[in-house]
């Protein structure tokens, strides 16, 4: 005989081979767990007690589950078992699951929804909590942070300078955004500033003929401004400086081979450090180039070489021709290192030393950009020729439609 068990939030129920409940073990009160143990693909003492209890009255056991079949090795009645992953029988019963339950309990259907209701609510605050508790989540939302604060300044510098400019032209050959931004709100008049130590170390200089004078209410607008936009720059440093211990401290490996803002951003972008290491390295290379994934996808352009890593200091700073092979051994580095931080956590410094022997092996072996052999640029631009000859003809073809009546006249 034969026992199909199907597993449902609300426990487990066997059925024969004619859609009848032939046994159940309903878990109303433990709901949540059996929930994270289905989303988990774990195997509970609740689902090995229940196959237990079946085996001694039924000769083969078919589960419908997610998990292996090897995950009920340590059973004692493992030759009879069988697993499938969907099948007519866990239809029927999720098709029909209230009333079943109902039938089986003795509850309403209203009873049985509460009961749902509170058994996914636990489930959900059990996952947010566990999720709060790992350290890349932390990295990823001040990362995003970082992000929104980096746009923030970036306008908000450009409105300042452009009001200072008629008050304090001579500024705007000052590069640094935040030492400009600290000048007008700490000393704000042209007298203060021209004394000011901050200026020194740099070549600006005020004019003492310079007459265009503002008054003091708009002088304290402008302060107020500096002053909220001085403290924006305080925050990020203080986000800057908190991504590398947390890096450091999760990814010590990642940290070694991408730097602490690249590692960051990666981690973000696959919103976790456990999914960035199941990636492998060719998608790494090109993280946050989908738009132009697609475009090589629908168009047929050149596919890109290299996504997010553009930022690792070895693909930024080297020639045209470098980047694509850097972006590879960039990007195998980085996914190495992230496997490694991820499930066995040892630090291997080594990592570091072997990508930067492999960049200065790239960089030696081209010196030059290589030339395409003219051969082969001509047979690809004459295949290209009889290509778009070709679908010309078919286009006119596709184009030739026979007219209607009405449509022509003589």
């Given at each position: 005989?034969?026992?199909?068990?199907?597993?449902?939030?609300?426990?487990?129920?066997?059925?024969?081979?004619?859609?009848?409940?032939?046994?159940?073990?309903?878990?109303?009160?433990?709901?949540?767990?059996?929930?994270?143990?289905?989303?988990?693909?774990?195997?509970?003492?609740?689902?090995?007690?229940?196959?237990?209890?079946?085996?001694?009255?039924?000769?083969?056991?078919l589960i419908e589950t997610n998990k292996p079949l090897n995950a009920y090795e340590s059973l004692e009645c493992f030759e009879n078992i069988m697993?499938?992953?969907?099948?007519?029988?866990?239809?029927?019963?999720?098709?029909?699951?209230?009333?079943i339950i109902g039938?089986?309990?003795?509850?309403?259907?209203?009873?049985?929804?509460?009961?749902?209701?509170?058994?996914?609510?636990?489930?959900?605050?059990?996952?947010?909590?566990?999720?709060?508790k790992t350290n890349d989540v932390m990295i990823v939302e001040t990362i995003n942070a970082l992000e929104d604060l980096e746009d923030s300044t970036g306008r908000l510098i450009e409105r300042l300078r452009q009001?200072?400019?008629?008050?304090?032209?001579?500024?705007?050959?000052?590069?640094?955004?935040?030492?400009?931004?600290?000048?007008?709100?700490?000393?704000?008049?042209?007298?203060?500033?021209?004394?000011?130590?901050?200026?020194?170390?740099?070549?600006?200089?005020?004019?003492?003929?310079?007459?265009?004078?503002?008054?003091?209410?708009?002088?304290?607008?402008?302060k107020s401004f500096a002053l909220s936009l001085n403290a924006l720059y305080e925050s990020k440093n203080t986000l800057e400086e908190y991504i590398q211990e947390k890096v450091h401290d999760v990814a010590p490996n990642l940290y070694d081979v991408a730097g602490a803002n690249l590692a960051a951003k990666l981690i973000a972008h696959c919103n976790g450090l456990?999914?960035?290491?199941?990636?492998?390295?060719?998608?790494?290379q090109i993280i946050g180039a989908e738009k132009a994934v697609f475009r090589h996808l629908k168009t047929g352009e050149k596919p890109p070489k290299h996504g997010l890593i553009f930022q690792h200091p070895a693909i930024r700073g080297s020639n045209w021709w470098h980047r694509g092979k850097l972006a590879r051994a960039v990007a195998?580095?980085?996914?190495?290192?992230?496997?490694?931080?991820?499930?066995?956590?040892?630090?291997?410094?080594?990592?570091?030393e072997q990508l930067d022997e492999r960049v200065e092996k790239i960089k030696k072996d081209n010196p030059f950009p290589e030339r395409r052999n003219k051969k082969s640029v001509d047979d690809a631009k004459q295949k290209k020729g009889k290509k778009s000859k070709?679908?010309?003809?078919?286009?006119?073809?596709?184009?030739?439609?026979?007219?209607k009546k009405g449509e022509y006249t003589y």
């Open positions: 005989m034969k026992v199909i068990i199907i597993t449902t939030n609300f426990g487990f129920i066997a059925l024969n081979e004619d859609y009848e409940i032939a046994s159940s073990k309903l878990l109303l009160d433990d709901g949540a767990s059996l929930i994270e143990a289905i989303d988990k693909c774990i195997l509970t003492s609740y689902e090995v007690e229940f196959i237990d209890e079946l085996s001694s009255r039924y000769d083969d056991i697993v499938e992953k969907g099948n007519s029988y866990g239809k029927h019963v999720r098709d029909n699951l209230y009333d039938d089986i309990s003795g509850f309403s259907n209203e009873k049985l929804l509460e009961i749902a209701h509170n058994q996914y609510m636990e489930a959900s605050k059990n996952k947010i909590t566990e999720s709060v009001w200072c400019m008629p008050y304090l032209p001579e500024l705007d050959k000052l590069h640094n955004h935040q030492l400009y931004t600290r000048l007008i709100a700490f000393e704000t008049t042209r007298e203060n500033i021209r004394n000011s130590p901050l200026l020194e170390g740099t070549d600006v200089t005020l004019s003492d003929e310079y007459d265009i004078q503002m008054n003091d209410n708009d002088l304290e607008i402008i456990e999914n960035l290491a199941k990636l492998p390295s060719s998608t790494v195998g580095k980085i996914t190495i290192a992230a496997r490694r931080d991820a499930f066995t956590g040892e630090y291997s410094p080594e990592l570091k070709k679908d010309k003809r078919k286009k006119s073809k596709r184009n030739k439609r026979k007219l």
